[in-house]
């Protein structure tokens, strides 16, 4: 089956900073690879999605990459704000074809004012 | 806007009791997921339904049930809660071939 690893576990930056967050996946079928945010005592909501047949994706602050010969990709927030403090994972699926989606640990950012 | 509701904010049981947890969806999802959520061990699956009264076991199938008998309701069950059972359970829905919509939770404490 699918693995995924991520790191790092925890991640502290300056207010204004980047952070990077990084996973790599182990099935070369995964096509799907969403990132959620959890903020304390709610579910893990949808920040950004990329799909195989692209390479980068952006959306304001945040973008994802993907390097399907690597299998891996990443999580890149710009000018990070006090309220992107929260836990963050990675999944990859199969798409249309599968039902599973396997997560990452998850990684706690902090930003500090 | 997709919702996803859970019966239970917070539930407290004893050991040995049966527990029902709850979920709906409201976007007539094919899929519905249930995983629970440990500190360093991410979301783990437990059960999930590609459609009604189907089910597939995760990977963390012991000492759980399932049942969905319409298409937005997903139950889990806990035949003989454990304590090894207290966990934040969450649910989570989608429509083939997006993505994973989650409930808020559950944080279920067995005493």
């Known amino acids: 089956g699918e693995n995924v690893e991520q790191h790092p576990s925890t991640l502290s930056v300056q207010e204004g900073d980047s952070a990077v967050i990084k996973c790599t996946y182990s099935d070369s079928a995964s096509n799907y690879f969403p990132w959620y945010k959890q903020e304390l005592g709610k579910g893990p909501q949808l920040i950004i999605d990329?799909?195989?047949?692209?390479g980068e994706k952006k959306d304001q602050r945040i973008a994802v990459t993907l390097n399907k010969t690597a299998k891996h990709f990443s999580l890149h927030i710009t000018e990070t704000q006090p309220e992107d403090s929260a836990v963050y994972f990675c999944a990859a699926s199969r798409g249309n074809t599968g039902n599973q989606f396997y997560f990452g640990t998850g990684t706690s950012l902090t930003v500090i004012p | 806007d997709v919702k996803v509701t859970q019966s239970s904010r917070y539930l407290v049981k004893r050991t040995g009791e049966k527990v029902f947890l709850e979920c709906v969806q409201d976007?007539?999802?094919?899929?519905m997921f249930w995983y629970r959520q440990d500190p360093g061990l991410g979301l783990r699956l437990i059960y999930f339904?590609?459609?009604?009264?189907?089910?597939e076991k995760g990977d963390i199938p012991e000492g759980y049930s399932v049942s969905r008998e319409k298409k937005e309701r997903f139950s889990l069950i806990l035949e003989s809660a454990s304590t090894n059972q207290t966990s934040m359970y969450l649910c989570a829905s989608r429509r083939i071939p997006g993505t994973q919509y989650f409930g808020p939770g559950t944080r279920l404490l067995v005493l």
């Open positions: 990329i799909r195989s047949n692209v």
């Open positions: 339904s590609y459609d009604v009264k189907m089910k």
């Open positions: 976007m007539d999802h094919e899929n």
